[in-house]
Structure formats: C-alpha cells, structure tokens
C-alpha cells in the first residue's frame, strides 16, 4: 500500500496549473523567439533537435481562431505538434489524435518532449507521460489534461477554454480523443 502524499492535496486546478504554464513560459519571450527555436526549446536535452523536429516534434500553427477555440490542419503522420502561442500539444500516434495542456498535472511546469522515449517529460519533478497522457512514471501522480476535439473535415477543433481532468471529470477526458 502506498503513503499518501500529502503534498499533492492543494494540487493546483488544470486552469489554474495552465496560467501558471502560461506564465513560466513568459508570452514576450515566446513572441520574440523563432517559432521552431521555441519549439525546439520544449525538447528534451539529450536528442539532436534537428532530428526530433524532423521526425517527430514541429510547430504547429493555427489556421482559424474563433474565441478560445482554435482550428488546426490534422497532422498527416504520427508525431507531436506544438503550438506555442497557445501552450498546446497535439499528438498522433497509432490512428488516435490528443490535445494536450503543456502544463504539467502537478505543477503545471512546461512540459517537454522525450524523443528517445515517445514520451511526455516534466524536467520539475521527473514525472513521464505516454502519447496518450497517461501517467507512466515520476513525481506525478495525474494524467495529462486534455482539450475536447472535434472534427472538421481535414481539420480538428481544439477547445482551449476548459482542460479536461482525469480525475475530476473521467467521462469527459476518456472520449477527448479523435480517432482517423
Ligand atoms: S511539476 Fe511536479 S511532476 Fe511536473
């Protein structure tokens, strides 16, 4: 039987936890960056950036904005996208696609890209997360948030306003996935 940890009972809420990311990451910084070197930024050290970028991490850029919602061109290969300005990671694997709060469920750190590993990485506290969200190891006890998606045509939708919440709100984080 595990402890209870109770550092994590005033685990801050996922809006909360995003304005946090939203802030660490500093909007002036991000605007006076190249896009792919803020990109690159949010790779893992340990990978050969011009590799990951190619084959699986890019910038991701929204061709629509209406409110908080923001359309995206579906990636044609599996993969990670980031879209910076929006502090938004989608990712395709295996015929499913997920949009990701780049905050992280604990603290809300900035999340990184593993490439080596296929996997999430919170450099805070070392937590890693499968392309799905799902919790595989470290300091996190939650999954990632997640964002509602829908389908339009060859575009998806992403609701930005709400990040869905494994724990609080199952149901709604379970079918935030599109399937191709
Ligand atoms: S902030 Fe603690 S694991 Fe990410």
């Not at 970028?53 to 904005?65: D, F, K, S, Y």
């Not at 938004?88 to 905050?103: E, M, Q, T």
């Amino acid at each position: 039987m595990f402890a209870r940890d109770d550092s994590d009972r005033d685990a801050p809420s996922p809006a909360t936890r995003r304005s946090s990311c939203i802030h660490q990451l500093d909007r002036r910084t991000f605007l006076q960056r190249a896009a792919l070197g803020a990109v690159a930024a949010l790779v893992a050290e340990g990978f050969a950036p011009s590799f990951a970028l190619a084959e699986h991490v890019a910038q991701l850029t929204p061709i629509g904005a209406v409110g908080t919602a923001r359309t995206y061109d579906i990636p044609a290969q599996d993969g990670v996208f980031v879209d910076v300005a929006g502090e938004v990671a989608l990712a395709r694997s295996g015929g499913r696609l997920f949009a990701f709060s780049l905050a992280c469920p604990h603290r809300g750190a900035t999340l990184q890209w593993k490439t080596g590993e296929q996997r999430f990485f919170c450099p805070k506290h070392k937590a890693r997360f499968t392309t799905d969200g799902a919790h595989a190891s470290g300091r996190a006890t939650a999954d990632l948030d997640r964002f509602a998606l829908q389908r339009a045509g060859a575009q998806v939708i992403v609701a930005l306003d709400q990040p869905l919440e494994a724990k609080s709100d199952p149901a709604a984080w379970a079918v935030a996935v599109l399937v191709l």
